[in-house]
């Protein structure tokens, strides 16, 4: 080939969903660096796009794609797989779907990448350069899942990177890096919510070695103006030590203080002395998956060693120590009641939280409440739509997925409504003195343009 191999990479978000367009695609991000490092710039050329693949097809072509996604974005990627597909051009899937669901790998792919990726992607890239394709050549690649013939074989279980300090950083060049960004410090969680696909995903708890985050931290604020980061871990105060040297290491580079910081906490690790690490680090603001103001509905969704009197302790403690705690919370439970769901509302009512979200019980493959959902002829892995399982409810209220047993469809989405009204109160009044009002004329464009397609949208439909 007389140019280098170009690979496009593909976010498969719903691109007028102001959450899901928040923040770049730093997975792609990792695997395009990997395969960097390992092929060569000269040799292999990438593209990091979320949208519109058709114009990168024509004016790009690229040679191969790759294309992640979560569940209630699934049906966008297969027909982003169908178009590319079409056009001549191997698609590759990966992704939280793919990984739960290798079974539901469409016809116009290739293969899809289970779990953590970054080897899987590199060995079918070389697959690719060699021109085999073969199931005999895909068998021997672990980690994957690909059609031989009518079948879809699973190859051998890839164990995840033990040393993930190896991996260089994301190739941040691709993406779009604004002020505000984020970043991993670690992968995976050690608690298995009865609700978490990402927990499943990442297998088991690494974590970067403080002076790998140091210095990842440094190079946001050097090569790309950064001084706001989001720590996007599933459990960022896992490791009290790390916190300690990382400061310190920060420190030492003259970045403390400099660069403020955002994470997600689970409310039993935070102690007073975790809520002061944080504040010394630089973190200003917290978010916390309380998910129920009932013990009984929180042991459900979390296990029993967390209670509701941990989330009022962890708020509390944030507060203390000067940081902004914000939660969200999960509603719809399969035996939750109304009195309960009442509970939940209370105790935000009577709390210090900052701002608040609030979801219905969305059941994610890999996890507990799917095979739930499952076991009930709820959901399947032949959806139709997978949008079903879109947490942002508002959008299309009735054809999401309800698990509640004691409640029906219309009694829950009234119950959602009131908390999303609480919401709409509380955070107007909460943002202006909060750090993330930075985001506010950014996040509200989107929004308005989200809720602007959400009601005109349908309606188009409508009168086609």
């Given amino acids: 080939m007389s140019r280098p191999l170009r690979i496009l990479l593909i976010n498969a978000i719903s691109p007028k969903v102001e959450v899901e367009r928040r923040y770049p695609g730093l997975g792609l991000a990792y695997l395009a660096s990997v395969a960097l490092n390992h092929f060569g710039s000269k040799s292999i050329e990438f593209r990091i796009i979320d949208e519109n693949p058709a114009g990168f097809i024509g004016s790009w072509r690229p040679d191969l794609a790759g294309i992640s996604s979560v569940s209630q974005n699934f049906n966008i990627a297969m027909r982003y797989a169908n178009l590319l597909s079409c056009a001549g051009i191997p698609v590759i899937l990966g992704g939280v779907h793919i990984s739960a669901l290798p079974h539901t790998l469409p016809s116009s792919a290739v293969a899809g990448c289970m779990g953590e990726a970054e080897q899987s992607f590199i060995e079918l890239v070389q697959a690719h350069l060699e021109g085999d394709f073969s199931p005999k050549r895909l068998a021997e690649i672990r980690g994957i899942c690909f059609w031989d013939g009518d079948r879809i074989e699973i190859t051998e279980y890839r164990p995840p990177l033990d040393n993930i300090d190896a991996l260089p950083f994301p190739a941040r060049d691709l993406l779009a890096i604004g002020s505000h960004t984020y970043m991993f410090t670690s992968r995976g969680c050690p608690y298995r919510c009865t609700f978490c696909s990402s927990s499943r995903f990442w297998d088991k708890l690494r974590f970067f070695s403080p002076e790998y985050v140091a210095e990842e931290i440094e190079h946001l604020a050097r090569d790309y103006g950064v001084s706001f980061i989001t720590f996007y871990d599933d459990l960022f105060a896992a490791r009290r030590s790390g916190l300690e040297t990382i400061t310190r290491l920060l420190e030492k580079k003259k970045l403390l203080g400099k660069i403020r910081f955002t994470c997600s906490c689970r409310a039993n690790t935070v102690t007073p002395e975790v809520a002061r690490m944080l504040a010394r680090m630089g973190i200003v603001s917290v978010g916390l998956g309380l998910e129920s103001g009932d013990d009984e509905v929180l042991h459900y969704l979390k296990g029993k060693n967390i209670s509701v009197e941990d989330n009022y302790a962890a708020i509390n403690n944030l507060k203390n120590a000067g940081i902004f705690a914000n939660a969200s919370f999960i509603i719809g439970s399969p035996h939750e009641t109304r009195e309960q769901i009442i509970r939940t509302y209370t105790f935000i009512q009577k709390s210090r939280l900052d701002l608040m979200d609030i979801y219905l019980l969305t059941p994610f493959p890999g996890t507990p409440v799917w095979e739930y959902a499952k076991h009930r002829g709820l959901v399947s892995e032949n959806m139709e739509d997978w949008s ?53 004329p950014k996040v509200a464009r989107r929004k308005i343009a989200e809720m602007l397609d959400w009601k005109i949208g349908p309606q188009k439909k409508r009168s086609l």
Avoid: C, Q
């Avoid at 079903?388 to 029906?408: F, Q």
């Avoid at 409504?417 to 609480?422: E, I, N, T």
């Fill in 388 to 440: 079903a399982l879109d947490v942002n409810v508002y959008r299309s209220p009735g054809k999401i997925v309800i698990l509640s047993e004691v409640l029906t469809r219309k009694e829950l989405i009234a119950l959602y409504k009131k908390f999303r009204w609480m919401r709409l109160r509380r955070n107007l009044l909460k943002i202006w003195n909060h750090p993330m009002r930075r985001d506010i």
